[in-house]
Every structure is written in C-alpha cells, then in structure tokens.
C-alpha cells in the first residue's frame, strides 16, 4: 500500500494527465513546407489526400503505389496544387526488393527525407477466417514487413534529418474485430514493432520520431465497398483523416486516434500499458542495453 502511495499513485496521474490533458504543440501549415515526404498506398484514398495536403503546404513528395497510370494523375495534381516538388515510382509492395530500393531512389529525387508516411495495405475483404494461409502471409507481408523493410531502408536519411516515421494502422490493430482477421493480426503487428523500435530510440538518443495513427472507419471507396450490407457504423471523411495523419506526425506525436466516434478512442488509449512499459525500462541494465547496439 506504501509503495501505490508513494509511486504507482503518481505515475498514474502524470501518465493520465499527459494522454488526455497535455496540450500538443499548435499545428501550422509551414511546418511541411519544403519537407520532403514519402506516401505509400498514394494512389487514392488517404494516401492520395495525404499528398495533396502536403502538396498545398509546399513539401517535396514521392508517391507510390501499384497503378503508374493514377500516380501520374496524382503527382500532376500535386503540382497544381503548389508542391515543391512531385514524383512517383511505381511497384507493388509484395516484392521487398522494390520497397528497398523505392526508398534509395525516392531520396536520391529529393535529396534526402524528412518523413516516411507508411499507408499501403494489401486488398482484403471482410470474410470468416477458414484456412487461408496464403492470405494471412500476403496480409503479414505487405501491410507489416514491407513497413519494416521501408523503415530500415529510410534509417540513415531520417537520422540525418531528425525526421519522422508515420505509420497508418487501425482500431483493428488495437482491438478485436471479426471478419478481418488477417488484416487485423499485421496492424497488432506494427504496433508490437514499431511501440519497441520507439522505445529503443528513446533509450539509445535516436532522433526519429515514431507515429502511430488509429484509425476508425474512413469514407475510402475501398472500405465503403467492403463494409457494405455487413458494418452499419458512420464513416468519417478521408479528407479530415489525411491532414490529422500530417498533423500526428509533424507534432511528433506517439499516437493518433481518427474517426467517427470519440469514446471508441478514449477507451483504447491504454495508460496501464504504458505505465507498464514505464516501469519495466527500470529492470533493464541501460549500459549494456545501450552497447549493445555495437554488436554485431
């Protein structure tokens, strides 16, 4: 009881009053100004919003996706619209090689990055789950270990920079859903990874942030089709969706939540975990932890 008093009490109410008290730093458009940014899955949907919001705020960005045809129409669009700088290189991110290299090549075009937003995933409907392996490893692949692949790819440019990595996930990678269960097991992934990647940065002075963003139900035509006749919930706008993403990532935030109702949120913001995490960091030895980035 001592011991609650004098520790657990505390952090408690400092963890408690940071997730849902703390103000953030104001959001202002001049901050993407002349940033360089990559968009995967741009070539419609949140991606496609995403770059047209980093366009009208003067960033330099390379887009991606499979259609080179859309990605023409989206780079021309982000011209219009003021950006910096556009380019596209199109590939599928099932093939890690070209996730690889798409991140060598996108940062020789612009000269370095400052931001790597992460928001492809491959096609899914919404189905009980049988014995469809070759789908869960598709969904693993692409929606999780291209993620990962991209990431380490951008490292080196991204410490440069002190920059940013953004990684688009879903209420789906926080809580159980039916019907997605392939999809829903690669977003509990990149929680798992990236929430580590962040801590280890944080103990060993990497300056690259990481962003979660938790999403609800998008108006993407690409949802609406696969949620009809089966999910009646209200979907929120992609365009909304696209700038809070921006904003998550350009304030440096751990975690962004998006979508149509505002207790779905607050629920699953989890204090406890990270009180959690809090206290384990002390059972590490932090020299050897540290060090141990020297080994091979």
């Known amino acids: 009881m001592a011991f609650m008093k004098k520790y657990l009490l505390p952090i408690l109410g400092i963890f408690l009053a940071y997730y849902y008290y703390s103000a953030n730093e104001e959001f202002r458009p001049e901050m993407l100004k002349g940033k360089k940014v990559i968009v995967t899955g741009a070539s419609k949907g949140i991606g496609e919003e995403i770059a047209y919001h980093l366009a009208k705020m003067g960033a330099h960005v390379v887009v991606t996706a499979r259609s080179e045809e859309t990605l023409k129409k989206v780079v021309s669009r982000c011209l219009e619209l003021g950006a910096a700088s556009a380019y596209y290189i199109a590939g599928t991110m099932e093939d890690m090689t070209f996730a690889e290299q798409f991140v060598a090549k996108a940062g020789k075009l612009m000269g370095g990055l400052d931001m790597l937003i992460l928001n492809h995933i491959t096609n899914n409907s919404m189905n009980l789950f049988s014995d469809d392996i070759h789908l869960v490893r598709k969904n693993m692949e692409v929606n999780f270990l291209s993620y990962v692949v991209l990431s380490v790819a951008a ?102 939540y998006y979508g149509s109702s505002v207790w779905t949120f607050l629920l699953l913001r989890n204090p406890g975990r990270r009180i959690l995490e809090f206290l384990s960091l002390r059972s590490y030895n932090m020299d050897k932890f540290i060090n141990n980035q020297a080994l091979p």
């Open 155 to 256: 490292l080196p440019m991204l410490k440069q920079s002190n920059g940013s990595i953004v990684i688009v996930s879903s209420t789906a990678g926080k809580m159980a859903n039916p019907l997605v269960a392939p999809y829903s097991g690669s977003k509990f992934a990149l929680d798992g990874f990236f929430s580590s990647i962040r801590e280890e940065y944080s103990v060993t002075k990497v300056n690259v942030s990481i962003t979660l963003c938790i999403l609800g139900l998008i108006n993407t035509e690409t949802a609406m089709k696969a949620v009809s006749g089966i999910l009646d919930t209200n979907a929120s706008p992609k365009e909304e969706c696209a700038l809070a993403i921006i904003k998550g990532g350009a304030l440096r935030q751990e975690e962004v």
